[in-house]
């Protein structure tokens, strides 16, 4: 280190922010400890730390630091003092584990944490209400946790190269989102939910994803310029929709299994549905609902009013979420309520039923439909409902074309 560390001690006394970016740092020197607590940003990119001081948080007053490219593998548990950060970027570092701390950082409102080598995110981030904009792209993360849709005020969540399989379905229900980007994951599907707060989603290169509900490919197609092109797939997203066989392995997720009879010669894939989705019937099956998925709905419609407009040409889709706060009326049994996770009714329906008179929430037993909207043959979709009586109804009266050279099964693996 070739810095002078009077040098040093005068400039951070007499600075507010600190340049110290490209300046082979290995550590924040002790000299400068007591004369920095008026310091309110500091850049320390592309230096060579392996961890901050203990006493980092004695510069109590800095709101913005920035960490990009060094070599920090752990954080120390005193930032959770640091009560003004807003912005934290600790991108390209070699973070395994996120500390409990990160959030005890309540005016937090910019976490990046960009190409390290986290797998998932502590409970305690549940507790960031004034996050805006998260960057997890370049970790190792195969999860996400349903909380982040609960988010109040995170705007944009960045999750590119990573190893998702899925995404919260309680980020339908958030009203703040405005860009989720999952790019390059391994994505089976997406929720099959219409999205409240309408987002921009990316999800390019996620080849094992191979089909889009209704709902959220109307939302998608919104964001286009030429949604009604033949590469319609191609301008929503690169890389998906190949109908994959998926030969991968041991879960319990129910899958549909489909035999696509082309030219005589039948093709067999397999798409993956969220795995909340318990029992699924063919659309012509006419059985009685279970009464597990009768309880759920009708639990979930005591405390919440969900509903989803569909006007089929131009395709639009608007969705609402109204939770109802009269608690007189909350009257559910509460031996049944004993009986459900809470969780489940929190993290959002699947689905609401396509049936536009119905709009009956849907969690884990579905009829399910298979083919493509009117203008967009390129990409497989699905249509969920809610019973055999909305699925007819469906059919008469909307111009989704049921794909009829493909045939639904239901297996478990
Ligand atoms: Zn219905």
């Known amino acids: 280190m070739n810095l002078d560390l009077n040098d040093l001690i005068n400039e951070v006394a007499e600075k507010i922010i600190l340049h110290w970016n490209y300046r082979d740092l290995v550590e924040i020197p002790d000299a400068v400890r007591n004369v920095g607590s008026h310091v309110q940003e500091i850049y320390l990119k592309w230096n060579k730390l ?30 959770r003092h640091m009560n003004n950060l807003a912005v934290l970027d600790l991108s390209a570092n070699q973070l395994k584990e996120l500390p409990i701390c990160l959030g005890y950082l309540k005016n937090l409102r910019s976490l990046l944490l960009n190409q390290n080598f986290i797998t998932s995110l502590p409970q305690s981030m549940s507790q960031l209400k004034n996050l805006e904009r998260l960057f997890l792209s370049g970790n190792r993360i ?8 609960a988010l109040p005020v995170l705007g944009e ?33 997406l929720p099959l939910n219409g999205f409240l707060s309408a987002p921009c989603i990316r999800f390019n290169s996620n080849p094992c994803l191979n089909y889009l509900s209704l709902p959220v490919l109307y939302q998608l197609m919104c964001k286009v310029q030429y949604p009604m092109s033949e590469e319609s797939g191609n301008a929503i997203a690169h890389g998906c929709f190949r109908s994959n066989s998926k030969t991968n392995n041991c879960n319990i997720k129910t899958k549909l299994l489909l035999l696509s009879k082309n030219n005589s010669e039948h093709k067999k894939f397999v798409i993956e549905l969220p795995r909340q989705l318990l029992v ?13 998925e009768l309880s759920l709905r009708k639990v979930y ?44 009714l929190l993290n959002g329906p699947i689905s609401i039923c396509m049936n536009k008179y119905c709009n009956e929430p849907i969690f884990s037993e579905a009829w399910i439909l298979l083919g493509s909207g009117k203008n967009t043959f390129a990409i497989p979709t699905i249509v969920i409902l809610c019973c055999h009586r909305c699925a007819t109804e469906f059919i008469k009266t909307s111009n989704f074309i049921e794909n009829h050279d493909i045939y639904v099964y239901m297996c478990q693996d």
Do not use: M
Request: proline fraction near 6%; hydrophobic fraction near 40%.
């Open 157 to 189: 969540l960045f999750v590119d190269n990573n190893l998702l399989e899925e995404i919260p379905n309680r980020l339908t229900l958030s009203n703040s989102l405005s860009i989720i980007s999952v790019c390059s994951n391994k994505l089976s599907y």
């Open 142 to 149: 195969v999860a996400l946790p349903e909380w982040l849709g």
């Open 50 to 79: 392996k961890s901050l001081p203990l006493w980092i948080s004695d510069f109590s007053n800095v709101t913005n630091l920035y960490l990009y490219g060094n070599n920090i593998e752990h954080l120390p548990d005193s930032l």
């Open 280 to 292: 699924i019937h063919d659309i012509y099956e006419n059985k009685v609902i279970s009464l597990w």
């Open 301 to 344: 419609l005591s405390r919440f009013h969900h509903t989803l407009d569909i006007s089929w040409d131009p395709p639009n889709v608007y969705v609402k979420q109204n939770p109802i706060l009269d608690k007189i009326n909350f009257g559910i049994d509460k031996y049944l309520k004993s009986l459900i996770p809470f969780g489940l």
